[in-house]
């Protein structure tokens, strides 16, 4: 099973109870996020939310949700579990759900903002393991069965490593005159995996290199385009504002 459906079937999995769980005046969503800011929009796998958060047809939700649940992956993992968290620990979102599948078997990890402001790890359930929340509504949490359709996933191979020279992931674009296959549509940035604004940053998930560096630096003139993790690895490439006015621009 390819990580974009193993991924869908995760989050489907989560579905069903969250919405059989919430509350009269909650709503859930997948695919959407938060409009944290003018300049801070995050998609998150799952939100619950109040209703009246809901912005419509704009496909985001006004403000902090209630709980935002992300599914990890290759490219988002130590996002998920690093800034993003802290992300929604600065716009005070109270819950913070993450699905880690880091092995054969998924165990969900969930914190809660305490007075302080600062999430502390409420519980951390491994596979067979059950655990009841009460925040924002009260949900027995047991992965061997909410994600009962996992597949077993192949056994590892073994015996085969990337040499420094094999770190550019699919091939190049084709000429301007040529038309684009699906290959290269994995390209940046096609094959973004997701794509939000922090601080008025853009960040796309995904298995990057240098190739995607220049054309995101064509796309986006005098940024300064940051890829946040080795060339080929799954990771994040962040498009940061430019250095600034040139000094000679600043005199004139």
């Known amino acids: 099973m390819t990580h974009t459906l193993l991924h869908q079937v995760l989050v489907s999995d989560l579905v069903v109870p969250i919405g059989l769980a919430e509350t009269a005046e909650q709503a859930s ?25 809901d912005a419509g047809d704009r496909g985001y939700i006004e403000g902090a949700p209630l ?11 130590e996002v998920d579990l690093g800034a993003k968290k ?12 993450v699905v880690d599948l880091k092995g054969d078997e998924p165990e969900l990890q969930v914190f809660e903002l305490s007075d302080d402001g600062r999430y502390a790890e409420e519980a951390r359930v491994t596979w067979g393991r059950t655990c009841t929340i ?11 069965q909410i994600f009962d359709r996992l597949p077993r996933p192949p056994a590892p191979r073994k015996g085969i490593h990337m040499s420094d020279q094999d770190h550019r992931t699919g091939p190049d ?24 604004l922090w601080d008025g940053c853009p960040v ?14 064509r796309a986006y003139p005098g940024r300064v385009i940051r890829l946040d993790q080795p060339p080929g690895e799954p990771g994040t ?5 430019g250095p600034g006015v040139p000094e000679d621009s600043q005199a004139s």
């Open 237 to 241: 490439l962040t498009v940061l504002p």
């Open 134 to 144: 009460t925040r924002p509504f009260a949900i027995e949490l047991a992965p061997d």
């Open 173 to 196: 674009l084709p000429h301007c005159e040529e038309p684009i296959l699906i290959d290269a549509f994995g390209r940046w940035p096609t094959g973004a995996e997701k794509v939000e």
């Open 67 to 77: 709980l935002a649940i992300e599914v990890t992956s290759d490219a988002s993992r």
């Open 29 to 53: 969503r997948t695919g959407s996020g938060p409009r944290l800011a003018d300049n801070t929009w995050l998609r998150s796998d799952l939100l619950v939310f109040r209703k009246e958060q």
């Open 204 to 217: 796309f998930y995904g298995a990057w290199d240098e190739r995607d560096v220049e054309i995101a630096e």
């Open 86 to 97: 802290d992300m929604y620990e600065r716009f005070a979102v109270p819950s913070y759900w």
